[in-house]
Nanobody, 125 residues
Framework: QVQLVESGGGLVQPGGSLRLSCAAS???????MGWFRQAPGKEREFVAA????????YYTNSVKGRFTISRDNAKNTAYLQMNSLKPEDTAIYYC???????????????????WGQGTQVTVSS
């Protein structure tokens, strides 16, 4: 297991940008990394994920072209660059990690064994 700590959330105007970071306490090179979010009154939903090998990324449709997930295994850190933010992006954003394997279901919460505490992102004018 690894402990995950998110940072970089905050208040931003519509159209603005934020970069979330997820720092892990241990090595993440063999783990898929994902970002999920939960808006008030809604269930937690998948946002983006990156394979443990690095080059493969996955996004929910509503953030494609606006968000970019990346990772730096040397720093045991994953990132979520969020551009062109909209009020509907307002949520608590959670970082998650799961041991990678072929067939890993990136969109499924149950695949991820380690979770951060979350960071609040508020998009409002």
């Amino acid at each position: 297991q690894v402990q995950l700590v998110e940072s970089g959330g905050g208040l931003v105007q519509p159209g603005g940008s934020l970069r979330l970071s997820c720092a892990a306490s241990g090595r993440t090179s063999s783990r898929a990394m994902g970002w999920f979010r939960q808006a008030p009154g809604k269930e937690r939903e998948f946002v983006a994920a990156i394979s443990w090998t690095g080059p493969s990324t996955y996004y929910t449709n509503s953030v494609k072209g606006r968000f970019t997930i990346s990772r730096d295994n040397a720093k045991n850190t994953a990132y979520l660059q969020m551009n062109s933010l909209k009020p509907e992006d307002t949520a608590i954003y959670y970082c998650a990690a799961g041991r990678g394997y072929y067939g890993f279901r990136y969109y499924q919460e149950s695949e991820y064994t380690d979770w951060g505490q979350g960071t609040q992102v508020t998009v409002s004018s």
